[in-house]
């Protein structure tokens, strides 16, 4: 008997270790209202709304004082709303979003850093945001065309930024030292890029020219365009949408990259890279040239890299490659990967709304954006200076400047010259992908596909394959679940 | 007169047992949090198995969709793959780590030098408490073709370095090396703790007999060993179709992925990353599945062949 016992509770305890989803319910119903009526937007009760946000906690001194900001600065426009911000467990965002809202607690606003995996139309809480918009003005004027596309296509998420993507840039002080340089930012070819890159090897010190994260899709960033990788699926002669990463676009540029890893021009050990040890390669001057998003990371980098090296060291943001075409990686506008939801079980959805409309305000943009007077910015003669605390404060809703109208000091702008460029040339450089939404029943098998490209892609620039194999990487990829996808895309894409 | 006979001893039994409990009534008390742990983070989210049987919905009824997640996953095409990867990654961890903290324990039991031996322990277990993240920096740094200690190595006796990092046949060895450095010292503490409990008047009646340091070690200590490494194994079988998912994340790069993407990996990619969490369930309670009937196997085997086993 006693042994039964123990073979019974030692299957019960080895299948619970392994098996980790946690007790769901098998049903369950709206979450219990937050905070008042909507009705109560001036009274002198406080409408509370959840809000749940990534690098948003409750205890984060810097989070306190902006909701407290946002609260006064609402109140005195006669909304009097009471955020109340949610704990996120540390770890990754997107997981431990999932978990929040799996508990059936669905906050009114919700920010989704990618992962949503149409939260809103397989699990229907999300508030279809169409109306809300067309009513809006702040959040009108703040719109740049890709939000307007994406809203359009998945219009659950609001993301009120430009289109995330990777602009390369090299300091000043390195590039000074490659004549070949100017020419290359002139006149960007992919030989005179190729030139520009010996040259930064050979004459400006760095041990490489370009390192990247782990993957090649900085690189793609820069030169992708250029060998006709004008859109995630590209158009046959016969009329067909093959995937462009399957096309001799894609075998020829690889072999390029083959050229740039076994000159030693491209970071030899880039496949093992993080985020930290590609920057720190950068502001060490191991690396001429690394790639982050326009504008605010771009700025970060600039200020960094002075610091470290002293004012030459200025960053340099650089233009795509030209060749079959010109332009930065093409933006995906299926849906926003990214953004603010207001939640359909939420009593208070106008007042959610409203948080998202004044922080897109003028008034809003400041407290979001550049923080408190008297401790992150100082007012003198009608201007905002920022003070050493702003280093410190980064925008959680409206991180786009299209409607951004603050009157900054010319001595402390709100971005430096490097990041500014960096926005404008992306702006003028950037295509429209025609990439959509994969479908959960594809998802495994799109999983699968993108494996077998990136281990391919990945044995080809360092040399372990060559462009000989490409038609068997085809094969492997059509095999592994690409061509159900394509089949998908011939029917999907207009 | 025949009930009687029966029924009496039992109760005195019944009586005597309830005593003993009441005179242990500390240890049972310092046994609750345990059960209450157990309970509430292992047996209760059995409950929650049933999600692989149904379509999750965050709000109203889940719909029962009967094994659509099984099919799902074992169609996916990578999956023998994934399962490949699981059980080869997992046996070379099993059976090429499993005896280094048996050694290791052997071994600290010969240093006569308190300190040395302390010391040589304390450096042992600090790896345990390290995070992925570091450790993966730390080998990365180890390894690195440029400027890794081992590339230097290589380098400096004429061979040519070597990028185990991104090399398919090497990240299996790197993985298992990693993780032996990682969990050895501290894996150790449950045998050094048993080779401690050994009576020393079986090694003062073993030297009397002329026995040297071999054969105490062969016939007194290992013998005593054996039980620990039977339970310690049996567990450990049960834990293969874990491969280690930290460690995974924190070493994979684009060219190795395909060597070493192994379930956990996979069911974090599709099943959480992108919320498909009856999927994921789906997914472990295959790998929960499996686990069970290794942990059994292995019990039964060893209870064949040896007369005892994990219990």
Known sequence: MNKKLVTLAAILMTVTTACSTGGNKTSGGASPAPGGSAAATGGSQPVTLTIVSKDFQPEDANVQRKVKAIEEAMKADGKNVKLQVLPVQSGTYSEKLGLILQSGNIPDLIYFQGGDYNFAITQKILEDLTPYVDKSTNIKASLNDYNKERMKNYPYLLWLSPPISAVPVVRQDILDKAPSGKEAIANPTTDNYYKFFKELKEKAGVKYAYTTAGTIDELDSMFGQSFGLTSTWIKGADGKYSYGKTTQAEKEKLDFYAKLYKEGLLDPEFLTKKWDTKEKAFYDGQAGIIAGSQGKVIDVYNTKAISQNGAGAKVVPLPPAKGKAQGYTPVDVSKESRGWAVSKTSKNKDMAFAVLEYMAGEKGQIIDKIGIEGSEYTMANGKIKLTDKFAAWYPNFVESITNFKAPMDPSTPYLTEPAMKSLEMFTSMSTKDNSFVIPSDLASKWDAANAVYKEFAANMVTGKKTAADFDKFVADWNAAGGKDVTDYANKTIK | ?311
Do not use: C
Request: proline share 4%; charged share 15%; glycine share 6%.
């Open chain 2, 1 to 311: 007169m025949k009930a009687v006979r029966t029924t009496a001893p039992a109760q005195i039994r019944g009586s005597s047992r309830w005593k003993q409990v009441w005179s242990d009534k500390v240890l049972y008390v310092m046994l609750v949090p345990a059960i209450a742990y157990f309970a509430i983070f292992h047996v209760w989210p059995i409950y929650g198995m049933k999600l692989a049987f149904y379509d999750y919905r965050i709000l109203g009824d889940h719909e029962y969709v009967g094994l659509k997640y099984f099919r799902e996953l074992f169609s996916t095409p990578i999956f023998s793959n994934i399962i490949k990867n699981t059980l080869i990654i997992s046996a070379m961890k099993l059976i090429i780590i499993f005896p280094i903290p048996i050694l290791f324990a052997l071994m600290l039991n010969e240093f006569r030098n308190g300190v040395f031996r302390k010391m040589v322990q304390v450096v042992a277990y600090l790896p345990h408490f390290l995070s992925w993240v570091v450790i993966a920096g730390i080998w990365f740094e180890f390894l690195s073709p440029s400027t890794g200690a081992v590339n230097e190595g290589l380098k400096a006796i004429g061979l040519p370095p070597h990028d185990f990092l991104t090399d398919k046949e090497s990240i299996r060895w790197v993985l298992v090396a990693s993780e032996a450095w990682r969990s050895a010292g501290w894996d150790s503490i449950i045998f050094f703790a048993a080779i401690m409990g050994i009576n020393p008047s079986l090694y003062e009646a073993a030297y009397v007999d002329g026995a040297n340091r071999w054969h105490i070690m062969t016939r007194i200590i290992l013998p005593h060993l054996y039980i620990p490494m039977v339970t310690i194994f049996t567990l450990n079988v049960g834990f293969i179709m874990n491969a280690g998912l930290d460690q995974i994340l924190n070493f994979t790069n684009d060219s190795v992925n395909s060597s070493i993407d192994v379930i956990d990996t996979y069911v974090y990619r599709i099943g959480l990353i992108n919320s498909q969490y009856s999927f994921a369930t789906a997914a472990n309670l295959f790998k929960s599945v499996i686990g069970v009937i290794l942990v059994l196997s292995t019990h039964f085997i060893s209870k064949k062949l040896t007369s005892k086993g994990a219990w």
